[in-house]
Each structure stands twice: as structure tokens, then as C-alpha cells.
């Protein structure tokens, strides 16, 4: 699975990292802290999946879904981030997104997630 991490935390990058990298089925084919960036990468490399902040360096989360799904990218996206509203929950929804978690508590529930996509024998760790 080819996937593209957005996320403008270097601490936070670093843990997603680590912890995606510890599945082998697991291409991360980007990593993106801002709206035009990760617009831009997303069209480029057409990932399968996406892990998304909602609050970015320059832009929004929230944005870029939008340009993105107006650009017809079928990626499986995640959103993991520190605006857990209801009205941020109901926007990025809006948009298809496949999972909406709070980055302070549900790190781990979010990469189960991203994780049950891969098949059982290339989800297991390395």
C-alpha cells in the first residue's frame, strides 16, 4: 500500500513513521506539511491511502480533501488530528473520508485501521 502522510508536527511525523514503518506492506511514498504541497503530491504519486491533519502549516486539511475529491483522487483517507469538533468531523465527511480520529488519544486506533486494509499474511509485522 502506497501512502502519503500530511502532517506539519516533525514529533508527531516521526512517531507515524516509525509506527508505519513497522509493516512492510507499507510504502510511505510522501510526507507534506502544507495544502499546496500535498495537493500537489497526492495528484503526482496517487496514493492508496492518506493520513491527514486537519491543521496545517500553511492551509487546511479540510481544504485540501476538497481539491482533492474535486480532482477525482480515490485514496482511502484518514484524518488524524486535534480538532475533534463535530463541525470538523462533519466537513471531512462530507468529503468521503474513511475514519476521523483525535490525535491526542487515538494514534493507535487510526493506524488499526489503515492496517486492517492490507491483506492478513502482508499486515503482519516484518
Same mark, same amino acid.
Given at each position: ?45 496517487? *496514493? ?25 483522487? *480515490? ?43 492490507? *491483506? ?7
Amino acid at each position: 500500500m502506497n501512502l502519503v502522510i500530511i502532517e506539519d508536527n516533525e514529533l508527531v511525523l516521526k512517531q507515524l513513521l516509525r509506527l508505519v514503518g513497522e509493516r512492510a506492506a507499507i510504502r510511505v511514498v510522501g510526507t507534506v506539511a502544507d495544502e499546496a504541497a500535498a495537493v500537489s503530491l497526492i495528484r503526482r504519486v496517487q *496514493p492508496d491511502a492518506i493520513l491527514l491533519d486537519l491543521s496545517l502549516a500553511a492551509g487546511s486539511g479540510i481544504n485540501v480533501l476538497r481539491r482533492i475529491r474535486a480532482a477525482g483522487t *480515490p485514496a482511502r483517507v484518514l484524518v488524524l488530528t486535534n480538532q475533534s469538533a463535530d463541525i470538523a468531523r462533519r466537513a471531512c465527511e462530507s468529503f468521503g473520508i474513511d475514519g476521523f480520529y483525535d490525535k491526542s488519544s487515538q494514534v493507535l486506533d487510526c493506524l488499526e485501521q489503515l492496517f486492517s486494509w492490507l *491483506p492478513q499474511a502482508a499486515g503482519e509485522r516484518k
